[in-house]
């Protein structure tokens, strides 16, 4: 008999489909009942709510701050249900469970240290991935391979090759796979890239990506005594990574920065949001830069048609030094410069252009912040049922975060690397090649 994982695509969107049948047959049974059988209204979708057949199912792996962002938004859109929480640290999980009860006012959800046990299950449809990034792409592949459809906060590689390995399979699979990278669901950012895609600035001359201070740590914080894995289960919490002795403080985020845990040296924690809207505005889906140059505050990179993108260094969370622009605009700020002018926006919803003349030809937008999950969400959702790429699908990922490893190669490299777009490979460099890949440990390779 051919299993879920065996069937692939031809499943979806399988376990609703079953849900549906089995919702049918206990109505036609219902008839034969003498016994009064008493429904609730929101069962059978009354007074505006979603029918439990018609909802998407969804699990969650990996449950923190950012997870908790983007599950209060999910647990809002009637025809999604959440209905189990995965987290290697109990008090995660705990707090997952928690949040998701209290809003559907029951104690159904189900709480799994291996995440291998949720994918396991036939009735989840879908799954959000918000753990570190040494697990987004395994637990993402793993996913598809089990049938689900996948959100997946970003960096969602931790090299070029995971990147590679992770679009390949959704395309494979036919499963469908949104990028975290929410910023293209915004309308600030929106109507920015618009404006520039319209020709009205004139010819692009220079993208301007903002993105933290890159920092490669390869030391071993000290030993500490670890955990009963019912506490925390420190062997899963590595998954992939390099061993290392436990310290408490990499389960409660100091993990960042850290080389086997982090991608492109803390690059891509915006690079992976501002290089995709410079992407998306250069008309770059479907390639990258070929040269990427680094220099003491920025890493100047070049497309081949000779549109420059620059990386600009944020030395502190909150702008105090960098950029002057950060400070105006709030967090993950953009500037695409044109030969008629530069428009430039970031996560205060504000846009600012010059000359000032070119406010007029802005399309018109809500100002939201651009952490807003909402629209993005919904966009995944949607391609669920509809089984249509959703706006920031695996190749778009794919391209826009190999663009930001390669970018973080040469500032770990202090080199200039060139690099063939078409091939995904470095150009004469075989150190650059090599730093493609790492090595996953066992039994995760």
């Known amino acids: 008999m051919a299993t879920k ?9 399988g376990s609703r489909e079953r849900r549906r049948f089995l919702g049918q047959c206990l109505g036609a049974s219902a008839t034969v009942v003498s016994a009064p059988w008493v429904v609730r209204a929101s069962a059978l979708g009354a007074q505006g709510t979603v029918p439990p057949s018609e909802r998407i199912t969804l699990g969650v792996i990996g449950f923190g701050p950012r997870a ?11 025809d999604v249900q959440c209905v189990a929480i995965c987290d290697v640290q109990a008090q995660r999980r705990q707090a997952g469970k928690n949040l998701v009860d209290q809003h559907y ?9 291996d995440m291998r046990q949720l994918l396991a299950r036939d009735d989840i449809d879908t799954v959000l ?3 570190g990034d040494r697990w987004h792409a395994p637990a993402s592949i793993l996913a598809a391979q089990a049938g689900k459809d996948v959100y997946c906060e970003k960096p969602c590689g931790l090299t070029i090759e995971l990147c590679q390995r992770l679009a390949d399979t959704f395309l494979r699979t036919g499963r469908i796979f949104q990028a975290g990278t929410q910023r293209r669901s915004v309308p600030n950012f929106q109507a920015a890239v618009q404006l520039v895609r319209s020709g009205k600035l004139g010819r692009i001359k220079t993208l301007r990506a903002s993105v933290y201070q890159p920092v490669l740590k390869n030391d071993w914080l000290p030993r500490q005594k670890t955990p009963p894995p ?7 919490w590595l998954g992939p990574a390099p061993w290392r002795p436990y310290n408490a403080a990499y389960v409660k985020g100091a993990w960042r920065g850290y080389f086997d845990f982090d991608s492109g040296a803390r690059l891509l924690d915006w690079g992976a949001h501002t290089v995709d809207l410079c992407q998306w505005a250069n008309g770059a889906d479907d390639t990258m830069p070929v040269e990427y140059e680094p220099q003491e505050d920025k890493i100047v990179c070049r497309y081949a048609n000779g549109v420059e993108l ?40 504000q846009i600012e252009v010059s000359p000032s003349s070119l406010r007029s030809l802005l399309p018109r937008y809500k100002r939201v912040r651009g952490l807003d999950v909402s629209a993005h969400a ?13 706006v920031t699908g695996p190749e778009i990922m794919r391209r826009s975060h190999i663009a930001c490893h390669a970018a973080a190669l040469a500032w770990i490299l202090d080199r200039k690397l060139r ?20 090595v996953a440990r066992d039994p995760w390779s």
């Open 5 to 13: 994982q065996s069937q692939g695509v031809q499943n979806s969107p």
């Open 68 to 78: 908790t962002y983007d599950l209060k938004a999910m647990l809002k859109l009637p």
């Open 105 to 113: 006012g029951n104690r159904d959800c189900a709480t799994y240290r």
């Open 129 to 131: 991935i918000a753990t």
């Open 230 to 236: 019912e506490v925390v289960d420190w062997n899963l």
């Open 310 to 349: 620059v990386l600009e260094f944020l030395k502190t969370p909150f702008g105090n030094r960098g950029p002057k622009f950060i400070t105006r605009l709030g967090t993950c700020p953009v500037r695409f410069e044109c030969e008629g002018g530069w428009i430039e926006t970031g996560d205060s919803g």
């Open 378 to 390: 919904r966009n995944f959702f949607d391609c669920v049922k509809s089984r249509r790429q959703p």
């Open 419 to 438: 690099f063939n777009p078409a091939k995904e490979e470095f150009v004469n460099d075989a150190e650059a090649n090599r730093l493609r890949r790492r």
